[in-house]
């Protein structure tokens, strides 16, 4: 196939324009050099990034053209454009909040390596071909390795970066491995062909197996359990911004490419699951997933006394639920999926800006760091309070009607019969679980009295308008879900979906 | 119109005192008051403006989510207005019983508003998903009321309570959402889905589930033991609201949603609950008789109350429901004076509510206005007529008597019970021995009290020589569009 590099070229502008942001980053630092004071350097190397991710944002808004070149490797149309900017858009909270983190003196390095996850995570989005997906998950994943252990004098960071890289190398393995078998049974490596050749050929032994590793290799990526164990001491480990970073964008990314893999590639072999009558494929193998998931993911929140971990594990368990949405397996499965993943990463990247402060000022994000915080800092309590309750699901907040869509979408799945009850109800019941360590948090944070001596607290205006902008979103999506719900489906349906 | 306002007011009520800071309590009790004040004056009006007819009248109505058929709906008909008349009542008496919250005042007032905001919000919705989502919120405020607030064992009677109601909730959750998708309406509108003529077999699973998860929060027995609990620990205002208002969320679900959307499950599910109903008014009074702690007394006497709503609404039959919703109001202004006198009037002098130590003070002779409220309130709560409860409690039991003859005997031995556990506690509480103790701090009742308890009093003394005010909108919102499928199945006339 003739290569077009004009049409190339102009698909992947967006990327290009990323690159060589960072680029720039390391340049503008290198000049600066050591002689330089951190702070100059650090704002020059965030604002430089946020530079470029607007100025990236601003070109997917109003010049980016629709098409698809190279088989599916790069398809840029309505709805791949719309998941770039919020993915974006993320990233420009990440780089907000880094703005003052004192974790390492090679700020130009993290930045840049930042802005190269972005255009893994971009590509991800924006592919349709399992090859092209490989390379763009590993640029992903490895530039999230590097920035878990971007603090090379922490033990733990380190120590979670090492954990993290063997199990992402690991499922990087599966994943390839998988999508070798699928190519072997299908001789695709794009989606729509592969969808094509497996509506005849049905499911073999063989494809079973492809679609297996290749769940664990996305398992991975998403921590759904039982791929999951990295999650917690990645999450405690890295810097605090790295960690809203995987979070966020990460976890937007992956669960969209899951959602399109479903929706796109294997509707063919979906398979089904319910009341005892089961055929096996794709959507079997999530709603295991999404049971394991909800499950372990909440039971095990219940005993963390650290904040972060604690997020790790709610992760974890919200992984369980959009998987348990993506078992519908259409249009609608992709549409509440892709909705709740981007209401959860403003969630999660607010709640890890809270997190970030609060280490700041108390050197640490354990109970007894958060003991007393809204007596402490009252507004920054408050913002924390909307992120951990939309976590929650409680309405008005965006968390409340992300939930309840999922659960509509899983509930409607086999027509009249709800076939997916005993899911629903596994969700619901988990949900309650939840609750509980969602409220003990809370009560950690109003309830109880401050103790000890005034804390400190750093003048962190640009990390605080952050915490407060992603607060609003929650409020804002939570008591008016069209401004996102209907841009989403103009885009989905603009995209053909 | 002006239901709606009661909404919009409690909300700007909630963060206008937020921002009126911690350091000023009184201003921000003041905000508070004007803002219920306000809220209770809506209610008036609108009520009026609602009028008495069988009609659905519809307040606001604009799409909300349009992928999902979801509306912002507030309508009222006769049913939603009595409750919305309570809601205010209970709102303004509350705050005048905590006119002594100092500590972070700002903070308790809003999350107090709040609460009231998702109350009127769930009285007035007839939209499924939006009076699930007010549901929801009113769930938090009571946790942190409670827990920061409260007084005994407040942190696990605040857990025991949200944990409680969230999974109600959650059993509602999934009714819910059967109930939208198998109706095939791609609405949320409740008279929608009530004519939607559901599948009697989706009616007969997903009935257990929205009405058990309602009524967790109106006390049904057996999952009635955060009540107790909850109530005990609360601070008094927020033990008016959850037995005053809160638990009528309960039981209005269970009739809106329960009921009056899938009326062929109700029917079929209709003795199970009779005979839960019936258990918890006999067991509940019964353990209210051997309490030591004055206010678990009330506790439970609250359970074995609302066992008559839930009782009412079982007999399915016109007496018996419009008994159950007066019984809703009733026990709402007398739950309410009863925590008030408890939490307000007597524990926050006394500091104890242990029977034993409070008989010997001599509080008929220490506070005589609030032995006087006391005495008045026990024999409303007690049945006798003159008062709202006698009304309400005979309309259930002719009622019940209609549909279930043995359960409505077992109540009505739950009637007596009653009278013994509020004498008991009366006379254990108020008359005792004359001593010449004291309690430490016999500050005189306070003119928001006297408020307070003047204002529940007087409603039900009125209620209870004049019922007909509150029946007529009662049976005039049950011959609503909305019951329409409800008085079919059950064969009303």
Not at chain 1, 20 to 42: E, F, H, N, Y
Not at chain 1, 201 to 210: C, E, F, Q, R, Y
Not at chain 1, 384 to 396: C, E, H, M, W, Y
Request: with cysteine.
């Amino acid at each position: 196939m003739a290569m077009n590099y004009f049409e190339l070229a102009r698909l992947t502008l967006a990327e290009a324009i990323v690159v060589v942001t960072a680029l720039v980053v390391l340049g503008v630092d290198l000049k600066m050099g050591s002689a330089t004071a951190l702070a100059t350097r650090r704002g020059w190397a965030c604002g430089l990034g946020v530079l470029g991710c607007v100025a990236t944002v601003a070109w997917l808004w109003v010049g980016a053209p629709a098409g698809s070149i190279g088989g599916g490797m790069q398809v840029s149309d309505a709805l791949t454009r719309w998941v770039k900017m919020v993915l974006l858009g993320l990233t420009v909270g990440t780089l907000l909040l880094s703005g003052r983190s004192a974790f390492s003196v090679h700020i130009g390095e993290y930045v840049a390596v930042l802005l190269l996850g972005l255009v893994g995570m971009m590509l991800i989005a924006g592919t349709e071909n399992v090859l092209v997906l490989f390379l763009a998950l590993e640029l992903a994943s490895v530039s999230l390795y590097i920035l878990v252990g971007f603090n090379k004098r922490d033990p733990q960071g380190t120590e979670a970066a090492v954990k993290y890289f063997l199990f992402g190398g690991m499922a990087g393995a599966f994943l390839l491995f998988g999508l070798s078998l699928i190519y072997g049974a299908t001789g695709a490596i794009e989606f729509r062909a592969i969808a094509l050749k497996l509506s005849t050929a049905g499911v073999s032994p063989l494809l079973l197996v492809g679609l297996v590793m290749v769940l664990v290799g996305l398992g991975f990526k998403v921590a759904a359990v039982p791929f999951h164990f990295w999650a917690p001491d990645a999450y405690q480990g890295a810097p605090t911004p790295v960690a809203s970073f995987i979070a966020a964008g990460s976890k937007v990314a992956a669960f969209f490419i899951l959602g399109k893999l479903t929706v796109v590639a294997f509707p063919a072999v979906s398979g089904h699951w319910s009341w005892g009558s089961v055929a096996p494929g794709w959507t079997p193998l999530l709603a295991m997933l999404a049971a394991a998931s909800m499950v372990i993911g909440n039971l095990a929140a219940l005993s963390q006394r650290n904040v972060k971990r604690l997020l790790a594990y709610s992760a974890v368990a919200h992984a369980g639920y959009v998987l348990m949405a993506l078992v519908e397996g259409k249009t609608l499965g992709l549409f509440a999926v892709t909705f709740y993943v981007v209401t959860y990463a403003i969630t999660a990247l607010g709640a890890f800006g809270v997190v970030s402060l609060v280490e700041a000022a108390t050197g640490g994000a354990d109970w007894e760091h958060f003991r007393g915080l809204s007596q402490r800092a009252p507004g920054l309590a408050l913002c924390f309070g909307v992120f951990v309750l939309s976590l929650a699901g409680i309405p008005p907040l965006a968390g409340f009607f992300g939930k309840f869509y999922l659960f509509l979408v899983a509930m409607s799945v086999g027509g009249g019969d709800f076939g997916l009850l005993w899911l629903v109800g596994l969700g619901a019941a988990t949900t309650c679980v939840s609750f509980f360590y969602y409220l003990r948090l809370l009560k950690v944070v109003f309830v109880e009295a401050p103790e000890g001596g005034k804390d400190v607290w750093p003048k962190g205006g640009l990390e605080f308008a952050t915490v407060v902008v992603a607060a609003v979103g929650v409020v804002g999506i939570g008591c008016m879900p069209g401004f996102v719900l209907g841009p989403l489906q103009n885009a989905l349906a603009a995209a053909g979906f | 119109m002006a239901l709606t306002w009661t909404i919009w007011i409690s909300m700007l009520g909630a963060v206008g005192v937020y921002l009126a800071g911690p350091g000023n309590p009184a201003r921000c009790r003041w905000i508070a008051l004007m803002a219920s004040v306000a809220g209770c004056v809506a209610t008036v009006v609108g009520t009026f403006q609602v009028g008495v007819n069988s009609e659905l009248v519809t307040l606001v109505r604009v799409p909300w989510v349009k992928p999902l058929g979801i509306d912002f709906h507030l309508a009222a008909d006769g049913v939603s207005v009595v409750l919305v008349l309570l809601t205010g009542l209970a709102a303004v008496a509350g705050i005048l019983f905590s006119w002594n919250i100092s500590v972070r005042a700002n903070e308790f007032f809003a999350l107090y508003l709040l609460l009231i905001t998702g109350v009127y919000g769930v009285f007035l919705s007839f939209d499924l998903f939006q009076f699930f989502a007010f549901y929801e919120l009113a769930i938090v405020p009571k946790y942190f009321l409670i827990a920061i607030w409260g007084s005994t064992r407040r942190e696990y009677g605040a857990m025991k309570l949200a944990l409680y109601s969230f999974i109600g909730s959650a059993l509602v959750l999934v009714g819910v959402l059967a109930i939208y998708l198998a109706s095939g309406t791609s609405s949320f509108d409740l008279v929608r889905l009530a004519n939607s003529g559901l599948p009697p077999g989706v009616q007969t699973w997903a009935f257990p589930l929205v009405f058990v998860g309602f009524a967790i929060l109106a006390g049904l027995w057996p999952f009635h033991t955060w009540a107790p609990t909850g109530h005990v620990a609360a601070p008094t205002a927020a033990s008016m609201l959850l037995a005053g208002v809160v638990m009528k969320l309960g039981a209005y679900g269970a009739l809106r949603v329960g009921m009056m959307v899938m009326p062929h499950g109700a029917a079929l599910w209709a003795p199970v609950v009779a005979t839960l109903a019936t258990v918890g008014i006999v067991s509940a009074a019964l353990v209210a008789l051997v309490q030591q702690d004055f206010k678990f007394v009330i506790g439970y006497s609250s359970v074995s109350h609302m066992g008559f709503v839930l009782l009412g609404l079982a007999s399915a039959n016109p007496r018996g429901v419009s008994g159950a919703v007066l019984q809703m109001f009733s026990h709402g202004v007398i739950a309410g004076l009863l925590f008030g006198v408890v939490g307000r009037m007597v524990y926050d002098r006394t500091h104890t509510r242990e029977l034993t130590l409070l008989e010997g003070l001599g509080l008929a002779r220490a506070l005589p206005f609030a032995a006087v409220t006391f005495t008045l309130a026990a024999v409303a709560s007690m049945g006798l007529p003159g008062f709202s409860g006698f009304v309400a409690e005979m309309q259930v039991l002719t009622g019940a008597w209609q549909a279930f003859p043995v359960a409505a005997l077992a109540a009505g031995v739950g009637v007596v019970l009653a009278v013994a556990f509020t004498l008991r506690v009366l006379q254990k509480a108020f008359l005792g021995p004359p001593t010449t103790v004291t309690p430490e701090d016999a500050t005189p009742i306070t003119l928001p009290e006297k408020c307070g308890a003047l204002l529940l009093l007087g409603t039900s003394l009125v209620v209870g020589l004049y019922p007909k005010i509150l029946l007529d909108w009662i049976d005039g919102g049950l011959g609503s569009p909305a019951f329409a499928t409800m008085r079919k199945a059950f064969g009303w006339p």
